[in-house]
């Protein structure tokens, strides 16, 4: 039950009902009312701008507008009172029994309230981490791992159809480098002294696993071999004991793909996907041979001052035409990002979101452009970038890592301070903002440390619900009929100030999806913990307000309505971030 769309329903249907909505009903857009909760809590519970947006189309004035709906609502039952705030903003309170009502709704739905048919089944591709399976995963691809699969499980529960992916670099010159790479650590396997890492290569310690494998799997066999002979061997076995790496580090930190789609199948048979989606562009008329003027700056490293094949991409949005196909023949690094867009437009998805380091800025405008030219401007693409994370111990910065000798692990911090502070502090900022995150302060119990907060306050749930088992012997907590018995009882204010938060959850589930920004629900649970922990504070100084009244059965069970209801939602937004909900807090 979402009280917004409640009661966004009840409006509209008092303007249907007014006369002169009915004669002027073609100019009127009913698209443009929102309800919401009021800026200030002390005016009411709910606040509509619809005598505002209306009144000009319908010739009256804001006020005169607003009247005629408020005397339409006080006939409701469930409106306590309705007033008129300045110009023309409508406020609303809301009796008791609705809020009571709201709450037994809330108790049934449990971990399912809040979820919503916003997506209605639309099928959306989050594509996010894609790091080079060149070494572990270092902390800037934390914060984008962590940001693409929140706003997955966020779409997913608003109701959309969604698709975890990873797009595997496992093609092109750094690949090359890696297998290199590898192959000196074969080398040294055998027993070989290799000395310093020369200067271009990998030099991380990660890389001599790999080379005992080739060494216990081929012996001595591939040094015998010309580096064209042993380099497909290396390379395939390099970026297998990479990507699974890369795939338990991501799993320490609780983020599991759907689908990991690799560089090289576009490249398979000769580039022959990459060839189709050229001629597919070609086809819409977006392919011309050319020259292109030299950029601005350092020249990139697919640059040439010859003809070459041009992606018209200035026509859809871009800064610049692209080049496609180099005067060698060969393919270049963005004609496979067209090749990949059109594939995951072939495989049906209306939507897809890429998740990227701030550092590919650049990128976007350019992948906008192969979205609209692919899909003829029928699919829509996101780019959200993700700013730095400075990482700091004791307001110390830390710079160095055990496993790559040059920068912080992803699994390093998950190691160190679990993988929750991790999760829920890389959704504490918005992922357009740089985010300092210090291991001293996510790991400490305070309400200055969100996590612990918010997990607190359900373990605090879950102390309830074991405190009425010792108040009343025998009471089978799973049996009762939590929502049949709020009804009469919860009627407290303190109380109905909670129930008021949580009934903002549906509401910042759908903007949160709309806004395609999963931090919000960070915030709100944030919101929700300390609305909950304020109450339980009263409760100290305010005996009668406790959840549990051992000389008061059928109250105290309604309360653990309340409570089951606090911690369905805190489970629920726990869940979308990634995080656990535990009964427990040591």
């Known amino acids: 039950m979402n009280l917004f769309t409640d009661f966004d329903s009840r409006i509209k249907n008092v303007l249907e009902g007014l006369e ?27 606040a509509t701008n619809a005598a505002m947006v209306l009144a000009k189309p319908l010739g009256l004035n804001p006020r005169a507008l607003a009247d005629l709906i408020v005397g339409e609502l006080k006939n409701d039952p469930e409106v306590a009172d309705v007033s008129v705030a300045g110009p023309g903003f409508i406020n609303v309170r809301l009796s008791v029994p609705y809020w009571q009502k709201l709450l037994a709704a ?20 989050v594509e996010y981490v894609s790091a080079n399976p060149t070494g572990p995963m270092h902390v ?21 159809a969604v698709t975890k992916e990873y797009y595997i670099n496992d093609a092109g010159s750094q690949i090359d480098v890696l297998a290199k790479s590898a192959f000196l650590r074969y ?22 696993p790999v080379g005992e494998a080739l060494a216990v799997e081929h012996g001595t066999t591939l040094r015998a071999m010309s580096e064209q002979q042993w380099m497909p061997i290396v390379k395939e076995k390099t970026i297998g004991m990479m990507m699974a790496m890369i795939r338990e580090d991501l799993a320490a930190l609780n983020v599991k793909h759907d689908v990991f789609f690799s560089e090289r199948s576009l490249h398979a048979g000769n580039g022959a996907s990459i060839r189709t989606a050229i001629n597919d562009l070609t086809f819409k ?27 018209r991409s200035t026509e859809v949005g871009d800064d610049i035409d692209r080049p496609l196909i180099k005067s060698d023949g060969s393919y270049t690094y963005f004609a496979a990002d067209v090749a990949y867009f059109k594939d995951k437009y072939d495989r049906g998805f209306d939507e897809m979101i890429y998740v990227l380091g701030a550092d590919h800025g650049g990128y976007v405008k350019r992948l906008e452009a192969v ?20 990482l700091f111990r004791d307001g110390e910065p ?25 999760r829920f502090m890389m959704l504490y900022r918005k992922n357009s903002e740089p985010l300092d995150f210090d291991f ?19 373990a605090r749930c879950m102390s309830v619900f074991r405190q009425a088992a010792e108040a009343f012997p025998g009471l089978d907590i799973a049996s009762l009929d939590l929502a049949g018995a709020i009804e009469g009882n919860i009627v407290d204010p303190s109380e109905l100030l909670l129930l008021a938060k949580l009934a903002e959850y549906p509401r910042v589930i759908e903007a949160a999806s709309l806004a395609q920004e999963p931090h919000r629900i960070a915030f709100y649970l944030y919101d929700l913990a300390s609305s909950f922990h304020s109450h339980w504070n009263k409760g100290k100084e305010q005996p009668e307000l406790r959840f549990v009244n051992d000389k008061n059965r059928e109250l105290s069970i309604a309360r653990l309505g309340l409570v089951h209801a606090v911690a369905s939602v805190l489970k629920s937004g726990l869940a979308i971030t990634g995080t656990a909900a535990p009964d427990e807090m040591r």
């Open 20 to 46: 002169i909505v009915r004669e002027k009903r073609a100019d009127v857009d009913f698209s443009r009312i929102s309800v919401e909760p009021p800026r200030d809590a002390s005016h009411g519970d709910v």
């Open 106 to 125: 809330i108790v049934a739905e449990g971990t399912d309230y809040g979820r919503g048919s916003l997506g209605a089944g639309r099928k959306v591709n």
């Open 140 to 160: 800037g691809h934390c914060r984008g791992a962590v940001v693409g699969d929140a706003l997955a499980n966020l779409l997913a529960f608003a109701g959309y």
């Open 187 to 208: 080398r040294e396997a055998l027993g070989e002294t290799i000395g310093e890492i020369p200067s271009g290569l990998y030099p991380g310690d990660y890389l001599v």
């Open 285 to 311: 008329g977006h392919v011309y041979k050319g020259v292109l003027p030299p950029p601005k700056g350092q020249l990139p490293e697919d640059w040439e001052d010859r003809e070459q094949t041009l992606f």
């Open 371 to 390: 979205a609209r030219a692919v899909s003829e401007g029928k699919a829509k693409l996101t780019v959200l970038l993700c700013q730095m994370v400075k």
């Open 398 to 422: 830390v710079k160095m890592s055990k496993r790559s000798g040059d920068f912080v692990t992803l699994r390093d911090v998950v190691d160190e301070v679990g993988r929750d502070p991790v």
């Open 440 to 458: 001293a302060k996510v790991t400490e119990q305070s309400k200055d440390n969100p996590v612990f907060y918010v997990q607190y306050a359900h």
